[in-house]
């Protein structure tokens, strides 16, 4: 009997070109691996998706709540300063030489804005800010603008805004020529 082990096997199986040992078992190993990797890369793609998905929810569920909180705040802050300016001109008048006076056209600018030349294309001419008290004019013939006037730095500025960046009251609306 032959003996299993011969003296050139070390050369014969170890060299840069033997040949590979294997069979079906390693081929199903390497597929079982094969198998898992893929898994777990798609297990890890779903849950980043599914959480890229949750933080933007989130990101517009804050962003829709603190807009619907910002502007009842803008609102409520440029209604008191409209009431209180009205206080302090009915007190200037209560305590003036009876005179009669033209009513007060003020609105509250709700959102800061261009102020123009002329209605709709007109050169920008300065800048308005969100609360500021403003002096109407006049308005547009579809009333869709109106022509202030206002005091910034001790210079009187006049001017057409969009109606969409004033809070007006719809009393004082109706007696704007």
Same mark, same amino acid.
């Not at 170890?14 to 081929?27: K, S």
């Not at 007190?91 to 305590?95: D, P, V, W, Y």
């Not at 008290?133 to 603008?145: A, C, M, P, R």
């Given at each position: 009997m032959s003996s299993k082990i011969r003296?050139?096997?070390?050369?014969?199986?170890?060299?840069?070109?033997?040949?590979?040992?294997?069979?079906?078992?390693?081929?199903?190993?390497? $597929?079982?691996?094969?198998?898992?990797v893929i898994v777990l890369l798609a297990v890890g793609v779903l849950f980043a998706r599914n959480l890229r998905e949750q933080r933007i929810a989130q990101a517009l569920a804050t962003a829709t709540s603190a807009a619907a909180t910002a502007i009842p705040e803008r609102t409520a802050a440029a209604q008191a300063q409209l009431d209180a300016t009205a206080t302090l001109v009915a007190?200037?008048?209560?305590?003036a030489v009876a005179q009669p006076a033209a009513p007060q056209l003020t609105a509250s600018?709700?959102? %800061? %804005?261009?102020?123009?030349?002329?209605?709709v294309s007109g050169r920008p001419v300065d800048q308005l800010q969100a609360g500021q008290?403003?002096? $109407?004019?006049?308005?547009?013939?579809?009333?869709?603008?109106f022509k202030i006037s206002y005091t910034r730095s001790g210079q009187t500025i006049t001017g057409w805004v969009s109606k969409?960046?004033?809070t007006i009251d719809p009393a004082i609306e109706q007696q704007v020529p």
């Open positions: 003296p050139d096997d070390w050369d014969r199986l170890f060299t840069p070109n033997a040949p590979r040992r294997g069979g079906p078992l390693r081929v199903l190993l390497n $597929l079982f691996i094969t198998l898992i007190a200037r008048t209560a305590t600018v709700f959102n %800061g %804005g261009n102020v123009r030349e002329a209605p008290i403003v002096q $109407l004019l006049e308005k547009s013939d579809d009333g869709s603008w969409t960046l004033l």
